[in-house]
């Protein structure tokens, strides 16, 4: 939860229907002034409307987004004036084709009339921020993906916006160059103390460039909270699911698998958590138990094991090296230290 005394945003009891289509159903939260919250979960589930709310570019069905104490969802409120503190960046950059680096980022600028000098020297600084200095006359065109996105990243926030809204900003960019940009557009948010919201699918980019995620799920908040916490202790059995990879059993298949008892409807634990080897380990603080590789594939640089047991099929992670790796049908030993079991 935010500090009160900077709370930025506060969202109260937020929905927004489409044809009878419930897709927000009571969202409350709080954003603090510098924070960056990621919004992740499925597709349907809400991630995109939600931020369009920020700007009212979806106006909510029902309850009310106060923006610095004013209500922005109060007919009264003056919309194009409160959008000017709001930056905007879209998936797909949307900058104008037909005008230089410069003229796109200085395009905000000079809507607000601002004195030809001071939107030459503003542009200036921000693009040597964003690192397209040497960019300025160049059209859209002549851009990498990487480079469109940082021009679209400075167009919106040269303008000194008080919030930044990115969709799904990186999603069209490899996974090499999306890699930098993440702690690109990290950097230039805590050079610029701006207040970011944004929207991913990748699991990976929220944990890298938030302060607070929000785990949507059925047009409701499942989860909030750091990353560090989101990752480690998921509150839910859907949330367990959607953060990545941990494995999950039933309380009856958990007793079959280890042999011991658990009080809960559903154990969650990572596949990292799970330790192999070919004897039985002597770890009184642990679950032990027996089973056989089924199969095992390369992701990155973890080797990620199916291992069937008594319970059911797991999942087990190891280093991924060239040696050492176990062959299908091996018989092996698991063990799970009893503090990375999670009972939802």
Same mark, same amino acid.
């Given at each position: 939860m ?7 945003i506060?969202?109260?009891?937020? &929905? ?5 289509? =419930?897709?927000?159903?009571g ?12 919004i ?13 709310s ?13 923006? !610095?104490g004013?209500?922005? /969802? ?27 680096v +410069? =003229?796109? #980022? ?6 607000? %009339? ?6 030459? /020297?503003?542009? %200036?600084?921000?693009?040597?921020? #964003?690192? *397209?200095?040497?960019?300025g006359?160049?059209y ?5 993906? $990487? ?11 040269? /303008?000194?916006p ?9 999603s ?6 999306? =890699?930098?940009?993440?702690m ?8 610029t ?7 991913t ?34 509150a839910?059995?859907?949330?367990a699911?959607?953060?990545g990879?941990?494995?999950? *059993?039933?309380?009856e ?5 280890t042999?011991?008892?658990? !009080? ?7 596949? +990292?958590?799970?330790? *192999?080897?070919l !004897?039985?380990?002597?770890?009184? &603080? ?9 199969d ?11 291992? $069937? &047991?008594?319970?059911?099929k ?5 280093l991924?090296? +060239? /040696?050492?790796?176990?062959? !299908?049908?091996?018989? &092996?030993w698991?063990?799970?230290k009893?503090?990375?079991c999670?009972?939802l």
């Amino acid at each position: 939860m935010s500090d009160n005394k900077n709370v930025l945003i506060e969202v109260r009891d937020l &929905c927004k229907s489409f044809d009878h289509v =419930k897709v927000l159903n009571g969202i409350s939260t709080t954003i603090s002034q510098g924070e960056v919250v990621a919004i992740i979960g499925p597709s349907g589930c809400g991630k995109s409307t939600f931020l369009r709310s920020m700007n009212l570019l979806e106006k909510p069905t029902s309850g009310s987004i106060l923006f !610095e104490g004013t209500d922005i /969802t109060d007919s009264s409120v003056d919309i194009n004036k409160m959008r000017q503190k709001i930056g905007m960046v879209f998936q797909q950059y949307s900058l104008f084709p037909n005008l230089t680096v +410069e =003229k796109n #980022v200085a395009f905000g600028l000079q809507l607000k %009339k601002m004195p030809k000098n001071q939107i030459d /020297t503003k542009v %200036k600084e921000m693009l040597e921020i #964003v690192g *397209l200095g040497d960019k300025g006359k160049s059209y859209p065109s002549q851009l990498s993906g $990487g480079q469109q996105q940082r021009a679209a990243l400075a167009r919106a926030i040269v /303008t000194e916006p008080k919030v930044l809204l990115l969709d799904e900003p990186l999603s069209a960019i490899d996974a090499l160059l999306r =890699k930098s940009l993440q702690m690109e557009i990290r950097r230039i948010q805590k050079e610029t103390d701006i207040t970011a919201i944004f929207v991913t699918h990748d699991q990976n980019e929220a944990m890298v460039m938030s302060d607070m995620i929000h785990l949507l799920y059925d047009g409701r908040i499942e989860q909030s909270a750091e990353p560090a916490q989101m990752y480690a202790r998921p509150a839910t059995k859907f949330a367990a699911s959607f953060i990545g990879s941990y494995n999950l *059993l039933s309380s009856e298949d958990f007793k079959k698998m280890t042999g011991s008892s658990a !009080e809960a409807e559903t154990i969650a634990f990572r596949p +990292e958590s799970v330790r *192999l080897s070919l !004897e039985r380990p002597d770890d009184a &603080c642990s679950y032990i138990f027996q089973g056989k590789i089924v199969d095992g594939i390369p992701q990155g640089n973890v080797f990620r094991y199916g291992i $069937g &047991c008594e319970g059911g099929k797991i999942h087990a992670d190891v280093l991924f090296q +060239e /040696t050492g790796l176990l062959a !299908e049908s091996t018989d &092996c030993w698991m063990s799970i230290k009893k503090e990375d079991c999670i009972l939802l």
